[in-house]
């Protein structure tokens, strides 16, 4: 099964920006979706951004504006740019890989200081 591994996480101001990276061990290709999602203390998993296989992207409401996903087939590379970021961003970042299964990462924090 593929493996999933993220990267870029840390601690940033509001207002400041990370970017996220998200290496796949196979071909982001073969999947019909990549995704991000993220999940803070107490609260569901939801999906912050999403892009398919075509280049098709949607995003959560309350990102939109702000974050852009992109994906690299080539690297089997698929990428979160996250700008202006909030206190409310902050949470656990997972990459998700949807085929006939979807696949997790192992996430990687994101904190937001006010």
């Known amino acids: 099964q593929v493996q999933l591994v993220e990267s870029g996480g840390g601690l940033v101001q509001a207002g400041g920006s990370l970017r996220l990276s998200c290496a796949a061990s196979?071909?982001?290709?073969?999947?019909?979706?990549m995704g991000w999602y993220r999940q803070a203390p107490g609260n569901q998993r939801e999906l912050v951004a999403g892009?398919?296989?075509?280049?098709?992207?949607n995003y959560a409401d309350s990102v939109k504006g702000r974050f852009t996903i992109s994906r690299d087939s080539a690297k089997n590379l698929v990428h979160l740019q996250m700008n202006s970021l909030k206190p409310e961003d902050t949470a656990v970042y997972y990459c998700?890989?949807?085929?006939?299964?979807?696949?997790w990462g192992q996430g990687t924090q994101v904190t937001v200081s006010s």
């Open positions: 196979e071909s982001i290709n073969s999947f019909n979706r």
């Open positions: 998700a890989a949807d085929g006939l299964f979807r696949f």
């Open positions: 892009i398919t296989s075509g280049g098709s992207t």
